[in-house]
């Protein structure tokens, strides 16, 4: 299992008692949104089972807090045989194969929402980085060694990054993503993050209708 990364080096724009108060936040909502949304996770379960296209969920190691290995759930959307030949960054169009029902979700980010479950847990943030698999983070670090500075913080469902820089389907977007979220953990601060949440929350709705 890979070590704990040292925390002390990370500049970190929130004070002890915005950490706790945003980590309090974290598991208010996502318990909240893990009961409201209980019957929209039900839908999408019996929508992916009955189309017999694999398991509903989706489970992958990621790196969080720490550098720690943690597993993140999503509603699956892609088939497994895409990385048959190892880990790859998809794109949009590599959907192509994946049914309607599954591309209108992850077209609207709805195969996050079981991540709530990783938040409520203390695997992940509402806001953060997006958690980034090992054999990515090396190669990122290649090129810009100051990701390691993430592991200062959790992981989260959404950031500036995730509402600006789309998918990230290539090493340029992944670095210009990591530019944004060292800008994020320099910077962050409750307002910012009710900010994210908000314009997130619009651009999902904007995107359902």
């Known amino acids: 299992?890979?070590?704990?990364?040292?925390?002390?080096?990370?500049?970190?724009?929130?004070?002890?008692?915005?950490?706790?108060?945003?980590?309090?936040?974290?598991?208010?909502?996502?318990l909240l949104g893990l009961i409201l949304?209980?019957?929209?996770?039900?839908?999408?379960?019996?929508?992916?089972?009955?189309?017999?296209?694999?398991?509903?969920?989706?489970?992958?190691?990621?790196?969080?807090?720490?550098?720690?290995?943690?597993?993140?759930?999503?509603?699956?959307?892609?088939?497994?045989?895409?990385?048959?030949?190892?880990?790859?960054?998809?794109?949009?169009?590599?959907?192509?194969?994946?049914?309607?029902?599954?591309?209108?979700?992850r077209d609207h980010h709805l195969d996050e929402l079981p991540q709530l479950w990783n938040v409520l847990r203390g695997d992940m943030s509402i806001v953060g980085h997006r958690p980034e698999r090992k054999y990515f983070i090396d190669k990122i670090m290649q090129h810009n060694p100051a990701y390691a500075k993430l592991y200062a913080i959790r992981p989260g469902l959404t950031s500036e990054a995730t509402l600006y820089n789309g998918y990230t389907d290539s090493m340029q977007k992944m670095l210009r993503r990591l530019d944004m979220d060292l800008y994020y953990l320099e910077h962050r601060s409750l307002w910012m993050d009710t900010k994210i949440i908000f314009l997130t929350a619009v651009a999902m709705i904007r995107g359902l209708f």
């Open 1 to 30: 299992m890979q070590q704990a990364i040292s925390l002390n080096y990370s500049k970190d724009a929130m004070n002890t008692l915005e950490k706790a108060i945003k980590r309090g936040a974290d598991i208010l909502f996502s």
């Open 37 to 105: 949304l209980s019957p929209l996770f039900l839908l999408i379960a019996i929508l992916l089972h009955q189309q017999g296209n694999g398991s509903v969920l989706f489970k992958q190691e990621r790196i969080g807090r720490g550098g720690r290995p943690f597993t993140i759930f999503k509603f699956r959307t892609m088939s497994s045989i895409v990385e048959d030949e190892g880990p790859q960054l998809i794109a949009q169009s590599d959907a192509v194969n994946s049914t309607p029902i599954e591309r209108f979700l």
